[in-house]
Nanobody
Framework: LQFVESGGGLVQPGGSLRLTCQAS????????IGWFRQAPGKDREGVSL?????????????VKGRFTISRDKYDQNDNTVTVHLEMNNLKPEDTDNYVC??????????????????????WGQGIQVTVSS
């Protein structure tokens, strides 16, 4: 897959940001797409995933109730899909580089997949989110 990420930036605590990931490639209906985040010197952390085919979602405990992942309307034969991550009530600890990722074959989602970045064969360039007053 190829990704085009957008939407990061600087926001005050309690504020909101929306990240967008446009994914292009073949067999998209067999993919799960989502976001990981990573700060320098720390492990990569799975944030949220969505299946392209039926828009099932999962979230990490640290963002559950504050972040919402969604995708635009998708036709089963499309080669492009756009995924959004709406981030509300942002906290300073959400400051990270957010990277869009895709995993072929994840048509059912389980929270443990968020801890297994090796399942994801496609990665974007990343986009910085900074939460600071």
């Amino acid at each position: 897959l190829q990704f085009v990420e957008s939407g990061g930036g600087l926001v005050q605590p309690g504020g909101s940001l929306r990240l967008t990931c446009q994914a292009s490639g073949e067999n998209l209906k067999y993919y799960a797409i989502g976001w990981f985040r990573q700060a320098p010197g720390k492990d990569r952390e799975g944030v949220s995933l969505i299946t392209v085919r039926d828009a099932s979602t999962i979230y990490s405990n640290s963002v559950k109730g504050r972040f919402t992942i969604s995708r635009d309307k998708y036709d089963q034969n499309d080669n492009t899909v756009t995924v959004h991550l709406e981030m509300n009530n942002l906290k300073p600890e959400d400051t990270d580089n957010y990277v869009c990722a895709g995993a072929l074959g994840l048509t059912q989602l389980f929270e443990r997949q968020l801890t297994k970045p090796f399942l994801f064969g496609s990665w974007g360039q990343g986009i910085q989110v900074t939460v600071s007053s």
